[in-house]
């Protein structure tokens, strides 16, 4: 079964200063998901990867899934203390059909 | 406003008694799935549906029951047989959950349930 592997696990920033988180599978990716929450609230969807190379963004929030479709990156520009949250990363594998599978998470704090 | 509900936001399960967490939505998806998300550690699926009346298991189905009679609606039971129930539970759905097409699942606001 693939597994997920986010770094870190927790991520202390001063605002305005820039970050990055990473999510790494045991397998190859074929579509690979960033998601945001709250504590005690459901998961907000940030962005979807496809393409090995593929790179998209959201406001200050990029995220990238490198060419062996092994591994992607979400980037925060310039933190704010409304970047905080856990970021969670899922994907689908080769056989999982609709089934995602998630990495742990990482919470991030931004302080002000 | 089109989304997803789950009700209530905390449950609270007495030792023995089956509780059912409710999941409705109104984006007219085909797909719906239920995780767990326990304290540091991802979501887990415990069940699926593509359709009504049909459902599959996911990863962590024992000690769980859904029913899917209609296509907005898809309940989960947390029976007395599941033995560590405390967890907060994540509804999602997407457009028709086939395979190939990796489509984004959208999720509900949650509901945490605790044990007596």
């Known amino acids: 079964s693939q597994e997920l592997e986010q770094s870190p696990q927790s991520l202390i920033v001063q605002e305005g200063k820039n970050l990055t988180i990473n999510c790494t599978s045991s397998k190859t990716l074929y579509g690979l998901y960033w998601y945001k929450q709250k504590y005690g609230e459901g998961l907000i969807f940030l962005m979807m990867?496809?393409?090995?190379?593929e790179e998209k963004s959201h406001e200050k929030i990029t995220a990238k899934l490198d060419e062996k479709k092994q591994q992607s990156s979400l980037h925060i520009t310039a933190s704010q203390p409304s970047h905080a949250g856990i970021y969670l990363c899922?994907?689908?594998?080769?056989?999982?059909?609709?089934?995602?599978?998630f990495g742990e998470g990482t919470q991030l704090t931004v302080n002000p | 406003d089109g989304g997803i509900t789950q009700s209530p936001k905390y449950l609270f399960r007495k030792e023995g008694q089956n509780v059912t967490l409710s999941c409705e939505q109104n984006?007219?998806?085909?797909?719906m799935y239920w995780y767990r998300q326990d304290p540091g550690q991802g979501l887990r699926l415990i069940y699926y549906?593509?359709?009504?009346?049909?459902?599959q298991k996911g990863d962590i189905a024992e000690g769980y029951s859904v029913s899917r009679e209609k296509k907005e609606s898809f309940p989960l039971t947390v029976t007395s047989a599941q033995k560590n129930p405390t967890a907060f539970y994540l509804c999602?759905?997407?457009?028709?959950?086939?395979?190939?097409?990796?489509?984004?699942?959208?999720f509900g606001p949650g509901t945490r349930l605790l044990v007596l």
């Open positions: 899922g994907a689908i594998g080769e056989t999982s059909g609709s089934r995602l599978t």
């Open positions: 990867l496809q393409k090995g190379g």
């Open positions: 549906s593509q359709i009504v009346n049909d459902f």
């Open positions: 984006l007219n998806h085909d797909a």
């Open positions: 999602a759905s997407s457009m028709s959950g086939l395979a190939g097409l990796q489509e984004t699942q959208y």
